[in-house]
């Protein structure tokens, strides 16, 4: 339901937005206007937003790869760059379906005469094992998790209010959100089982939050920003245990900035993952995808 004020109060909200600094006033006017179930919830809504809390969790979602993900007070707000994160996690997901079914496909060939083949049901693959630590709301596997069916998700994250919030949007994707410290809480079944590893763990250095937009600072948990005193304390705990999780061949994928990137990939050669820079300048993005070594012969 939304309400329909009249011209003179749309022209209201838009000048207290704009006024507030909201930079895309007239778009949040109509969101808001769009969300609110009445003129008084609307208004209600309006000051929320003037007061500086997040768009997102004054409506209660927001848009990400093209599903509408749950966003509560105080829990981080799905960035548009980590949708970079996603597509890049999406061709490992593929890659590892592909394989897996290749993989099934010889099993149901072996010892089989050639009519029996041409015959033969192939028997489904196994789901893909992805795990998202450091989940925040979520967003990233229930992204992941819409977009194959085969997907098993696992998500973590230590803030029992981004738990609460994750495990809506996850629940829809049949994922399993797990509160705790980065791999503590994983049932121990997963170990050496984990195809495709997300971490969007927080990567800003701790002086640099003061610089951070108000929005962030005041309103997201600061267990979700602060990555140490170089941003990058999470993501070497996330790499020192990685092996121990990781399947032979399989990814961890981590967010990060630009001039960490070098750094990170130092820090995934010391735990003995091979590792790539992927980039994009439409998402203003960096992302650094490390792969588990297969076993030699």
């Known amino acids: 339901m939304s309400v329909s004020p009249s011209v003179p109060a749309t022209s209201t909200v838009v000048s207290r937005l704009r006024a507030a600094g909201c930079v895309f006033a007239d778009d949040e006017a109509r969101l808001l206007m769009a969300g609110a179930e009445s003129l008084a919830d609307l208004e209600a809504m309006v000051d929320q937003r003037v007061a500086g809390l997040p768009l997102e969790q004054v409506l209660g979602w927001v848009e990400f790869c093209g599903v509408r993900i749950a966003v509560e007070p105080g829990v981080f707000v799905p960035r548009r760059r980590t949708e970079f994160l996603v597509h890049q996690a999406a061709i490992m997901v593929r890659e590892t379906a592909a394989t897996a079914a290749a993989s099934a496909g010889r099993a149901a060939d072996k010892?089989?005469?050639?009519?029996?083949?041409?015959?033969?049901?192939?028997?489904?693959?196994?789901?893909t094992f992805v795990v998202d630590l450091c989940c925040g709301s979520g967003a990233v596997g229930a992204a992941l998790a819409a977009a194959f069916d085969q997907v098993e998700l696992y998500a973590v994250d230590i803030d029992p209010a981004a738990v609460h919030c994750a495990?809506?949007?996850?629940?829809?994707?049949?994922?399993?959100?797990?509160e705790g410290d980065l791999y503590e809480p994983l049932p121990a079944t997963l170990r050496h089982r984990v195809d495709v590893l997300i971490a969007n763990a927080p990567y800003v250095p701790t002086a640099a939050i003061r610089l951070m937009p108000a929005e962030a600072r005041l309103h997201e948990s600061r267990v979700a920003l602060d990555g140490g005193a170089d941003g990058l304390d999470i993501l070497r705990r996330v790499a020192a245990s990685a092996p121990s999780w990781l399947t032979p061949g399989g990814h961890l994928l981590v967010e990060t900035s630009e001039q960490q990137a070098p750094l990170t990939i130092d820090?995934?050669?010391?735990?003995?993952?091979?590792?790539?820079?992927?980039?994009?300048?439409?998402?203003?993005?960096?992302?650094?995808?490390?792969?588990?070594?297969?076993?030699?012969n």
């Open 167 to 178: 495990r809506r949007n996850v629940a829809a994707a049949g994922g399993l959100v797990y």
């Open 111 to 127: 010892g089989r005469d050639v009519s029996a083949v041409a015959a033969r049901k192939v028997p489904a693959p196994r789901p």
């Open 267 to 296: 820090i995934f050669a010391r735990t003995g993952l091979s590792s790539r820079v992927a980039s994009s300048v439409d998402f203003d993005a960096t992302v650094v995808v490390a792969t588990m070594p297969l076993p030699r």
